[in-house]
Structures are given as structure tokens and as C-alpha cells.
């Protein structure tokens, strides 16, 4: 994405981790319901999710995507986000908070100071994605010869996506760490 003066901005994504007694779930679910609400007005926000727990459950993960850094600082210094936390401060016993990247996302969170370049990104993705593809296609044509095209292809990508982002991303990160993050940028 272009910014005014010619920068490149990059979504961020807020992930939050708020316990919660269980007998306070439904209060809590109710003061989130409004803080996405307040969320929603903000520039530069993209979208929000929240994760429950199970019925005994305590941890409830909360994600907020915006479409930069200025734009999240601006949510999180305003003072009606100041205000919603604190009419909410009695129903959380722990909270944590970390702001990702795409990449992050992707790649996990890296001691080292910055990301590969992106060709050496562009390639280890294209190193889970290509096989992954060949394979799901070539599975979904044989077992479903007359489904049209844009169905075959949802299928593929319905199955692809989760499995790059738990398994593959994980395992090519691993396998092409020396290569992603040579030692010099490492210690940097």
C-alpha cells in the first residue's frame, strides 16, 4: 500500500489476551461487543475478531487489524478507547497485547532486527506453495473431474490457506532459517 510522500504502509494486526472468570463471560462478550463498535469508527481500521473460550474457559483472544502503524497508535492513545477500558478494568483479571505484521503472521515473531528481503520470502513461500498447489490440484481434478473451475479452485484454497499458515510457514521457515536470517542480520 502507498502512503502520501511515497511510503509504503503495512497493516498491523493488534492481538490482545484478556482472562476472564468464567461467571463473567457474558459481561465481558457484551463490553467487547462495544469496544469493537468504538473500533470501528477509527481511520484506518480494518476489521476485528474475537475468540472465545470454551463455556470454562478463561482466555479470550480479541484481533484488530489496521491498515498501519499510525492508525492502530491513534486507536491506542485516543482517549474514548481510555474510557471503554476502564469501564471494563473490573471484568479482566490478565491482559496482554502484541502488535504483528503480515510477515510475522506468516513467518512468527524473528530475533532478528528486519525481515528478509522480500525475493528471499517470495521464494520460501513459493517453496510450500508450488507442491502444496500441484498436489491439491491434481487430487481435486481426479476426484472431481465436472466440478467447474471456480469451485475446484475454492476447495484447493479453502484446504491451502489454513495448511500454509500452521504447517507449511512454520516448517519452511525452520528449514530455510540460515538462508532467511544469515547470521550478520541476526546479531544486528
Not at 502512503?3 to 497493516?11: D, E, H, L, R, V
Not at 484481533?63 to 481510555?82: I, N
Not at 517470495?122 to 487430487?139: D, K
Request: glycine letters at 6%; charged letters at 20%.
Amino acid at each position: 500500500m502507498e502512503q502520501a510522500g511515497g511510503t509504503t504502509s503495512i497493516p498491523v494486526t493488534l492481538v490482545v489476551t484478556r482472562k476472564v472468570a468464567p461467571e463473567r463471560h457474558a459481561e465481558f462478550q457484551a463490553w467487547m461487543r462495544k469496544g469493537v463498535l468504538l473500533v470501528a469508527g477509527f481511520p484506518g481500521f480494518l476489521g476485528a475478531g474475537v475468540l472465545a473460550p470454551s463455556a470454562q474457559g478463561r482466555t479470550f483472544q480479541i484481533v484488530l487489524r489496521f491498515a498501519d502503524e499510525d492508525s492502530m497508535g491513534r486507536w491506542e492513545r485516543s482517549l474514548s478507547r481510555r474510557m471503554w477500558l476502564e469501564h471494563g478494568e473490573m471484568l479482566v483479571q490478565e491482559s496482554e497485547s502484541r502488535h504483528l505484521t503480515g510477515m510475522e503472521l506468516i513467518f512468527g515473531r524473528q530475533d532478528a532486527v528486519a525481515l528478509p528481503p522480500r525475493w528471499k520470502r517470495s521464494v520460501s513461500i513459493w517453496t510450500f506453495v508450488y507442491p502444496a498447489s500441484l498436489c491439491l490440484n491434481t487430487a481435486t481434478l481426479a476426484m472431481f473431474p465436472s466440478l467447474p473451475l471456480p469451485f475446484r479452485v475454492m476447495m484447493v484454497t479453502m484446504v491451502q490457506v489454513p495448511l500454509m499458515i500452521y504447517v507449511g510457514a512454520p516448517f519452511v521457515n525452520r528449514l530455510l532459517r540460515k538462508w532467511l536470517y544469515p547470521p550478520a542480520a541476526r546479531r544486528s
